[in-house]
């Protein structure tokens, strides 16, 4: 399923990682399902990020992450399409699912669920969309009605940024926060750098705004109890950081333009 130039780097990193952790069996893993990773991914999530197209030719930064964890423990990926965003964390608690990915690390989830390392860096920022006014400070933002998605890092940094409830527009996911920008519902919306980056690859009146709060990670949610699989997947992730293999797949999905703006959220 990978791209022939992913196919090459996950082959490479297979081995390393076979070495490394001495081929633990799948069953060691405590998965629900035996010889089965089933993956909660959102359902709005840009195909750059996670393809829903099976062999698809570019299956996605995060699914190729995915796959080369599968392939080395031996699983069988099964992806479970969630359509309301707020309502992953639970699916996964209830059982629904053994691995969220694309998830923001915050202290707040870290109380109903696990993380593991990072998998990409996360910045939010201000996002409008021409002939709307471009964003030039968080105190622009808080006079506008903003779109928000109820559940997301994205809603928690519009409230921290101080735009007051009655100016935030509830939207089910990015599709509808940027049709709500598009329509006139709603002057602004908060995004992270990447997101940001790709939706703007498919709609060039989009504009960045200021940088909104700390820069943050993402990673991969677990259950709590499940720390033979944080543990794994931790191995995994760091044998990829060690090589060029990760930095590969982030210039193969994102522009070079969305990492030096992630470089610039780093520093401002």
């Given amino acids: ?19 490394t952790t001495g081929g633990e069996a799948a069953d060691a893993l405590g998965l629900r399902v035996p010889g089965v990773i089933r993956v909660l991914v959102s359902a709005d999530e840009m195909p750059e990020v996670f393809s829903f197209a099976a062999q698809a030719q570019k299956p996605g930064f995060e699914r190729e992450l995915v796959e080369g964890f599968a392939k080395v ?9 969630v359509k309301n965003f707020d309502q992953i964390i639970p699916l996964l608690v209830k059982g629904e699912g053994d691995l969220i990915v694309g998830i923001v690390d915050t ?23 021409q002939p709307q006014a471009k964003v030039t400070s968080l105190a622009d933002l808080r006079g506008m009605k903003v779109a928000v998605i109820p559940g997301t890092t994205w809603a928690d940094a519009a ?16 599709n509808d926060a940027l049709d709500a920008l598009k329509k006139g519902r709603a002057q602004a919306t908060v995004m992270a750098v990447f997101d940001f980056a790709l939706a703007q690859k498919y709609d ?32 995994y992730l760091q044998t ?22 992630l470089r610039r959220a780093r520093k401002e």
């Fill in 159 to 174: 409230a921290e940024a101080g735009v007051p409830p009655a100016n935030q527009v509830s939207c089910i996911d990015t």
């Fill in 73 to 81: 423990r031996k699983l069988e990926v099964r992806i479970v399409s």
């Fill in 204 to 235: 060039p009146a989009l504009e960045a705004g200021p940088f909104m709060g700390v820069p943050g990670v993402a990673a991969w949610g677990v259950r709590r109890e499940d720390d033979a699989l944080r543990r794994a997947i931790d191995d």
């Fill in 240 to 261: 990829l950081t060690m090589s060029p293999a990760k930095s590969t797949l982030l210039v193969k999905y994102f522009s070079e333009g969305a990492l030096e703006l």
């Fill in 1 to 19: 399923m990978l791209g022939r130039r992913g196919g090459r780097l996950a082959g490479a990193i297979v081995i390393a990682i076979a070495c």
């Fill in 107 to 129: 202290a707040a989830r870290r109380q109903k669920i696990a993380f593991t390392s990072e998998t990409y860096p996360v910045r939010h920022l201000a996002v409008t969309r």
